[in-house]
Each structure stands twice: as C-alpha cells, then as structure tokens.
C-alpha cells in the first residue's frame, strides 16, 4: 500500500477558535494565537516561521510544523494589468492548483474597494458573463480567498493607503460557496487582525434563494446585492439559468424576508443591455417588482466578453432607464464605467488573458 501524506493545511484556511485550539491543545497559551493572528492579518507576514522577534513556544512551535503539517495559501500575482489612470488593478492570482483567480482594486486615495472571487469559475451559466462562459471549476477555500484580501492589502500598503471597502463580485457565486465565503468574511473582519467593517463589505448574489434565507437567519452582517438584470421570469430565465430554478416570486420573497428581519436595505444589480433589458417596459416592470421594498437599483454597463453577442446601451438610453426607476421613486445610480464595473467584467482577464491584444484594448477601455 503507498502511503501519501496529506497536503499541509494553510493557517489561512483556520478560524481564530481553531487557531486558539490548536495552540493551546499543543501547550502554548492563548495569547500566542493572537500574536499569530496579528502577523497573519495585520502585518500581512508572508513567512511567520522566520519571525525572530515571536516568543520561545510560539516561534519553536512554527519552526517545528512549518511546511508539514502547517504552511501559508499561496497565490502568487502572475499578471497585474493597471488602468491608464493607474487607479484600477487587475491582478491574476495563480493558485497551489495552477487555477487562476481574477482579483481587482479600484478606487482613489482613502477609498479603495477590492473586487473579490469566490470560485474558479462559476456554475451559475449566466449568458452575459465570461466566468459563467467558463463554466465550475471548483469553490475556493476560505484561505483562498483571504489570500485575495492579502495580495491587495500589501499592494496598498506599498502605497501608503488602506482598504476602505469589499466586494465580492468577482468570479463566482458566494452563496454557492456559503460556508468558506463567511469563514473568510469572519476573519477579515477579526481584530486585532484586518479589523475591516462589515458594513463595507457587500455580498453580491444572483439570486440563490436558501442563501438568502440562511444569510438573513444567521444575521450575518454584511451588506446584500442582488444581481437581478430582467424583471420578467421569461427575460431572466433567458438571460441568468439559476431563473429557471428559483424564479422572481420565490426571490423576491426572498429578498422581502431580508428586509423585513435585518432592516436593511437590498442593491440590485442591473447589467443593460442593448434592446434586451433597457426598454420602457422592463423599467415600468422592474419598478413594479421593488415597490414597497427598501430598494436602491444600480445600472451597471455591459463588458463585452466573447461568448456574448448582446451590446451596452447607450447614454441616452441608459439616462431615460434610470429616470423612470427614479420617477417611480426607487434610488437608481449608473455606476461609473471605471468603477465597480470594471470588476463586474471579472472573469474576462482570465479568459482573454491568452490573447493579449483583447486584454490591450480591453484596459483601454476601462480607462474612459
Ligand atoms: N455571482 C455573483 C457575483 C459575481 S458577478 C453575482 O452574479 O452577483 C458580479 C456582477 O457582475 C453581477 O452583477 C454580474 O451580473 C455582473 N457581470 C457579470 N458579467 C458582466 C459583464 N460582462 N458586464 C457587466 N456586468 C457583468
Ligand atoms: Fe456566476 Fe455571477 Fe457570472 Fe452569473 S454573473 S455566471 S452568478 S459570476
């Protein structure tokens, strides 16, 4: 029989309570787990094993289990694509795997968001999208996703700036990988750690209906988007297939529950596009939808990606949608084509990535 040793397990992927435990079951003292923690999260340490400066049983306790059984998520930087403004980043983060995770931050000075993946691809199938084009690879793990915060957080550092807000809007579902989405979301939010708000922090779904429910039952504290795009079931079912299984009313009853037990407010996400959602008649029934609901709708541009014949509406077009969302009294933004929809584009660096020219001209655009 061949023996295979199991892959060494990253601290990253622990809860402080299982850091906590492990220490102290192996005979070190709480406090070690916080000094852990701190050079983990706050000091973003790439190599705490080396630390000269950590206590006696902390520092012998590292050395010891370095690499077997304990090591750190790897996901090293192999592409950085900078806007010509300079102020949005795509990174491409190369996982243990060889899988590649798309990563962005944007933003000005004092206001940085990073633009967050939750799966290498997405099972989702959303026609528009170039990772649900790509289809499911596989979920990532709480430390992968860390690892994401962790590369942009050093990145910012180097500039002398802070992270101000998260979204987690770049490749995949996250209530499609509820469990790791909200150990990672715990830890960012952990002090002494990275301490981040979790009101800064905003969930984006395209409508997986128990996630939302266990979301809002479990309380968790972050803010909730919807990705919601059409406002008829046969205009979404054409458009987003997770329709099909979870339709409108079973969503917006959803979202209605949300609202009722939090309080809070829902963002809705609507990708225009051409002749396909941007009509009078999908405005008249998309305000129709959220009447009565804590609602705040965002128009976002359509990327083009390659699997997508569908095309980004125009300005006037874009202008008269929102007013009529505004005139039946819902809060409606079009978001900025440098802003949070350049990340909506995440998974286009990925795939365009083997042919350079698109990634050229697709930087460009994002630059407008
Ligand atoms: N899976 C989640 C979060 C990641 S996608 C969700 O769907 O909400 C983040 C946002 O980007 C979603 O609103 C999605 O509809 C949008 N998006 C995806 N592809 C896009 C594209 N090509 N152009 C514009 N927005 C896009
Ligand atoms: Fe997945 Fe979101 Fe893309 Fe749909 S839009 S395929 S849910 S990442």
Redesign the pocket.
């Known amino acids: 029989m061949s023996f295979h040793p199991s892959p060494p397990v990253s601290l990253y992927d622990l809860t402080f309570d299982q850091l906590l435990g492990t220490l102290v079951g192996d005979g070190l003292r709480p406090a070690h787990a916080t000094t852990l923690w701190r050079a983990l999260y706050r000091e973003l340490d790439p190599a705490p094993n080396l630390r000269a400066d950590f206590l006696g049983p902390l520092r012998r306790w590292l050395q010891e289990r370095w690499e077997a059984p304990y090591t750190l998520t790897t996901a090293d930087i192999t592409t950085c694509i900078s806007s010509s403004d300079g102020l949005t980043r795509k990174l491409l983060l190369r996982l243990h795997d060889a899988q590649e995770v798309e990563t962005v931050l944007m933003g000005y000075p004092g206001r940085f968001t990073a633009c967050l993946s939750?799966q290498a691809g997405?099972a989702?199938g959303?026609v528009?999208?170039?990772?649900?084009q790509m289809g499911f690879v596989r979920h990532l793990t709480p430390g992968e996703i860390m690892a994401q915060l962790i590369a942009v957080q050093r990145l910012l550092r180097e500039s002398g700036d802070a992270l101000r807000n998260v979204v987690?809007?770049?490749?995949?579902?996250?209530l499609h990988n509820y469990d790791a989405v909200m150990q990672a979301l715990a830890t960012a939010c952990r002090a002494p750690g990275m301490a981040l708000g979790p009101s800064r922090i905003s969930v984006?779904?395209?409508g997986v209906v128990p996630g939302i429910v266990r979301f809002t039952d479990e309380r968790q504290p972050y803010s909730l988007?919807?990705?919601l795009?059409a406002a008829t079931d046969e205009e979404r079912s054409a458009l987003l297939p997770v329709n099909q299984r979870w339709p409108l009313s079973e969503l917006i009853a959803a979202c209605r529950y949300y609202m009722e037990r939090s309080g809070a407010k829902i963002f809705f996400?609507w990708?225009l596009i051409a002749g396909r959602n941007d009509t009078p008649e999908q405005a008249r029934r998309l305000s129709e939808l959220l009447r009565g609901l804590n609602a705040h709708v965002n128009l976002?541009?359509?990327?083009?990606?390659a699997g997508?014949s569908g095309v980004t509406t125009e300005d006037v077009a874009a202008a008269a949608f929102q007013k009529s969302i505004q005139d039946a009294g819902i809060p409606c933004t079009i978001r900025q084509f440098r802003g949070i929809?350049v990340?909506?584009?995440?998974?286009?660096l990925r795939s365009e990535r083997t042919k350079p020219r698109k990634v050229a001209s697709m930087v460009s655009e994002e630059a407008v």
Do not use: K, W, Y
């Open positions: 939750t997405c989702m959303c528009f999208c170039a990772t649900g987690l809007m770049g490749m995949g579902e996250p984006s779904t395209v988007a919807i990705s795009h996400g990708t976002i541009r359509l990327n083009a990606t997508f929809d990340a909506a584009g995440c998974g286009q």
